[in-house]
């Protein structure tokens, strides 16, 4: 399970990051080409195709590591019961958000048929908003993967926040004992 879940994140890192450097490319060539006097005819088309990618992709991402939109102090601020009761009622809403919204996204597709960009004739309609239904399903996976931590986390008291701040507090103090103990062995003088 734990391999699986690694495997899932490396994907949804790879292809957010593969998202975000074609984005960025995309952008410096048209602002260069644009300058140059001979713009291309598909850099917004395409730019905001890819904007939406990234942002459902990296939605995946975010509920894989539990760092969307929550109130997790207003959570862990309630009493054990209460606190259970909110966890599984904002998780039954993002569920239900997100199913349904997969659920339209694949309706659409069909109303797209046969569609294409205005700018790429080439590229059908039903590929760049294919999205919808897949982002919101690999947002569903993610939830879905993650739900067994956050549940843990929450049940002891805890936020993914204060996790994370006590790791890093962690590795800095862990960096901060390296140089005072000296260089290692085997590493020159700095």
Known sequence: MIRAHSIFRFGLEAITVALLVTLAVIVVLA??????????????EVASVILAWLTYYGAALAALRRGHLGFSGLILSLGPRA???????????????????AWAGWKVLAVMAGETLVS???VPLQFTQSVVPIGCALFV????VSTREAWARMRAGRSA???EIAHEIDRAQAGTQRDEDGPDEGEGPR
């Open 141 to 144: 996976l993610a939830q879905a």
């Open 120 to 122: 790429l004739e080439w």
């Open 31 to 44: 602002v260069g080409f644009r300058y140059s006097g001979s713009s291309f005819i598909w850099y917004d």
């Open 83 to 101: 606190r259970a009761t909110a966890f599984i009622a904002a998780e039954v809403v993002v569920y239900a958000v997100f199913v349904t919204m």
């Open 161 to 163: 926040e204060d996790e």
